[in-house]
Nanobody, 123 residues
């Protein structure tokens, strides 16, 4: 499956963005979907994930209550709604898909990656 992330940009603290990750080649419903981010000089970190059926979601503590992951099977797309953004949310955001039937929270558990989209939050 090929993944294409979009929706990043520059936003002021407290603002919102919605990231999209469109898939091609296979239905995203066959995979666990995740979002990760990587800030300059830091390792890639888990942000959020949604299981195959879409009934379970998982979040990093740092984004819980502010970010929401969702999917639209008809559009073969997964989203990350980000509200109340903070400067520490600044990073390149990546979408990913995992073949195994469980939800992983580390990058090495994911099999397919999008190209990344930059999110910059100014104070």
């Amino acid at each position: 499956v090929q993944l294409q992330a979009s929706g990043g940009g520059l936003v002021q603290a407290g603002g919102s963005l919605r990231l999209s990750c469109a898939a091609a080649g296979r239905p995203l419903s066959a995979y666990t979907k995740g979002w990760f981010r990587q800030a300059p000089g830091k390792e890639r970190e888990f942000v959020a994930a949604i299981n195959r059926g879409g009934g379970s979601t998982y979040y990093a503590d740092s984004v819980k209550g502010r970010f929401t992951i969702s999917r639209d099977n008809a559009k073969n797309t997964v989203y990350l709604q980000m509200n109340d953004l903070k400067p520490e949310d600044t990073a390149v955001y990546y979408c990913a898909a995992e073949k195994r039937p469980y939800v992983g929270t580390t990058p090495d558990e994911y099999d397919y990656w999008g190209q990344g989209t930059q999110v910059t939050v100014s104070s």
